[in-house]
């Protein structure tokens, strides 16, 4: 089992582009996480995923962010027209249904030019 | 908002010396995790509490979840470089919509000198 697996581990956008964020999750987890890191901050939730179903997205910002899981497919992290305070480290997780304990990806670094 | 307060945010020491880091907040969890974070990798689980007045143990490393389930601590005995790394609490909540994300402390930078 490979774990959870982010790509790209890093991506280069220039201001305006669109960055498209994968994530597959371990083998039988059917939950999906993402998290954003940010400098000198802690790692803030932004949405929970189950297959076809978003569950919590309380931590997406309103605008430009959206997040999927197909029932096929890795989950996919969305941000429109980007800009510079959009660069961080992007962490994927999942778990399985009980919620004790998730696994992280190794993240995708965003830098925004 | 729930908040998780972690400290100390910075922590150096010797190897040889025992240390204890705190998450503390003003919300119940159901579930409090502690995972270690190397530089350009995701965070690890180390442990995952659930019961209130919990100790868990692994290896050097001891963690204990408070009887309200409001705070935790992780205490390391006889510290190593190899503990060297970030280390950072997350309550996981009751239930409803949240059930699963996790609130996150803002971690603890510790240096264990050789």
């Known amino acids: 089992n490979a774990g959870v697996m982010q790509n790209p581990r890093h991506l280069v956008r220039r201001r305006g582009q669109e960055a498209r964020l994968r994530c597959s999750p371990m083998?039988?987890?059917?939950?999906v996480y993402w998290y954003r890191q940010l400098p000198e901050e802690g790692l803030k939730f932004m949405v929970y995923l189950q297959k076809e179903n978003i569950i919590d997205e309380s931590g997406m910002p309103k605008e430009r962010f959206s997040a999927e899981f197909p029932k096929e497919g890795p989950s996919i992290l969305r941000i429109q027209q980007v800009v510079r305070g959009d660069s961080a480290a992007y962490f994927c997780?999942?778990?399985?249904?009980?919620?004790?304990?998730?696994?992280f990806g190794s993240g995708t670094r965003l830098t925004v030019v | 908002t729930q908040l998780l307060e972690q400290s100390p945010q910075f922590l150096s020491i010797q190897e040889g010396e025992n240390l204890t880091v705190y998450c503390n907040s003003s919300s119940v969890f159901s579930s409090l995790q502690w995972y270690r974070q190397e530089p350009g990798e995701g965070p690890v689980l180390l442990v995952t509490v659930v019961t209130g007045g919990e100790v868990k143990k692994l290896k050097r490393l001891t963690f204990q979840f408070g009887d309200a389930r409001k705070d935790s601590s992780l205490h390391i005995t006889a510290a190593q470089p190899g503990d060297t790394g970030l280390y950072l609490c997350a309550g996981a909540n009751a239930g409803g919509t949240s059930y699963g994300k996790l609130t996150f402390g803002q971690g603890t930078i510790l240096t264990v000198h050789p």
């Open positions: 997780a999942s778990s399985p249904p009980s919620n004790y304990g998730y696994t």
């Open positions: 083998k039988g987890h059917s939950h």
